[in-house]
């Protein structure tokens, strides 16, 4: 018998298709993310199919709700599976989805993903709520030991280090300073499965001359690829509920990210009562249609 390719056994459906610069307003240095809107009734196979194609950090699909609070749903895939919840994400998904014509039922954009309800608001800028922290607190020790060997520092640069977990997982470690987090040169082969995210501060002149107060990096594996990620918003929510939480960050401020791969991007950060708030820029780049 002969052999036949499945997908082109599939109904294609030809969808809206955006690709959003996220916390970046200038072209080209924020973190690109890919949406479908209408992605109703695509299966996960046609679904991971794409977000593998596409190559991105994440790809977006917009549903109808299932919970009646909530304006639309997103499903959120990377090249190795589905997230429950991501930053990048959240802020170009909303974006598409106001652009595209959708009217929040509220003052605030809600959003349905695998980790519940999230706020996203328009002003000042596009901004999420950040969900609840999966897991907190201290890091095992062999686990420590890890993460110390995958960055290549010793303990004795290590300022703290905890579990900041709001769905992909992020072990956040605090180098104290902004040079140390630049300096971070990764040992890809001993990242494995790991999730970890850096923070340091700059001193008052660099803060002015760049516009943040803090440099953050992201680094990820899934076991069989490595890479550094261009803007976070998920490891900036955690890290911002860590350290703000801890006093070692005060309760607004601009990070840096992406400056080491070529990349600019900008988060601004502000804690509001229990809150911390997200923010950033997002540009469509690419309008059009794609078939799946």
Same mark, same amino acid.
């Given at each position: ?52 194609? %596409?190559?991105? @950090?994440?790809?977006?699909? *917009?549903? +109808?709700?299932?919970?009646? &609070?909530? !304006?639309?749903? $997103? ?14 994400? %959240?802020?170009? @998904?909303?974006?598409?989805? *106001?652009? +595209?014509?959708?009217?929040? &039922?509220? !003052?605030?954009? $809600? ?182």
């Amino acid at each position: 018998m002969e052999w036949q390719d499945p997908w082109l056994c599939l109904d294609h459906r030809v969808l809206p298709f955006r690709q959003v610069d996220v916390f970046s307003a200038t072209p080209w240095l924020g973190n690109p993310l890919a949406v479908v809107h209408d992605a109703d009734g695509l299966s996960d196979d046609v679904m991971a199919r794409f977000a593998r194609w %596409t190559n991105l @950090s994440e790809t977006t699909f *917009l549903c +109808a709700p299932t919970d009646e &609070r909530a !304006d639309y749903r $997103v499903r959120i895939w990377t090249t190795g599976g589905e997230l429950p919840f991501a930053g990048h994400p %959240t802020i170009g @998904s909303a974006h598409a989805w *106001l652009e +595209a014509g959708g009217v929040p &039922r509220g !003052d605030v954009v $809600v959003q349905e993903c695998g980790a519940g309800l999230v706020d996203v608001r328009r002003s000042p800028g596009l901004g999420f709520a950040a969900p609840p922290l999966r897991r907190s607190g201290p890091v095992e020790p062999e686990l420590r030991a890890r993460v110390l060997a995958a960055l290549g520092v010793d303990e004795g640069a290590v300022q703290d280090m905890a579990w900041i977990d709001n769905g992909p997982g992020w072990v956040g470690v605090d180098l104290g300073s902004a040079e140390a987090v630049v300096d971070v040169v990764p040992d890809i082969a001993a990242f494995a499965d790991l999730k970890v995210t850096v923070l340091g501060r700059w001193g008052p002149v660099h803060a002015a001359e760049l516009g943040a107060e803090v440099e953050v990096r992201a680094f990820y594996a899934d076991g069989r690829d490595f890479g550094e990620d261009p803007v976070t918003g998920s490891a900036n929510a955690g890290l911002a509920q860590w350290l703000i939480g801890a006093g070692a960050l005060p309760p607004t401020y601009t990070s840096r990210q992406g400056s080491v791969i070529g990349r600019e991007g900008r988060v601004r950060v502000a804690a509001e009562g229990d809150e911390v708030w997200i923010h950033g820029d997002a540009v469509t780049r690419i309008l059009g249609e794609v078939d799946l």
